[in-house]
Nanobody
């Protein structure tokens, strides 16, 4: 099992940037694919971005492509989500997730370990 802790959320105005961090601990986190998901009130959890353990495979959700960037620092066991040009529709709780192996996916149920989430609020 991997323990995940997100940070970096907050309140910003539209057009601003935020950088989320996810610190991982527990098993050999370097061998895990990592993902970011988000959930707005009354909506299902939505895929945002994911990266394989090698850092080569990177996936993005269509709504964030070109604005968000996922990266990982294996030495620090940390995954980041740089969010630029934020929009009100990006408002949600953002969750970090991990799954064993190098295959990053867009599917919520593929990820076994989840953080507690960090709130991102974007005002217009």
């Amino acid at each position: 099992q991997v323990q995940l802790a997100e940070s970096g959320g907050g309140w910003v105005q539209a057009g601003a940037s935020l950088k989320l961090s996810c610190a991982a601990s527990g098993r050999t986190v370097g061998w895990y694919a990592m993902g970011w998901f988000r959930q707005a009130p009354g909506k299902e959890r939505e895929f945002v971005a994911a990266v394989g353990w090698s850092g080569i495979t990177i996936l993005y959700g269509e709504s964030v492509k070109g604005r968000f960037t996922i990266s990982r620092d294996s030495a620090k066991s940390t995954v980041y989500l740089q969010m630029n040009n934020l929009k009100p529709e990006d408002t949600a709780v953002y969750y970090c997730a991990a799954r064993p192996g190098n295959v990053a996916t867009r599917v919520v149920r593929d990820y076994a370990d989840w953080g507690q989430g960090t709130q991102v609020t974007v005002s217009s």
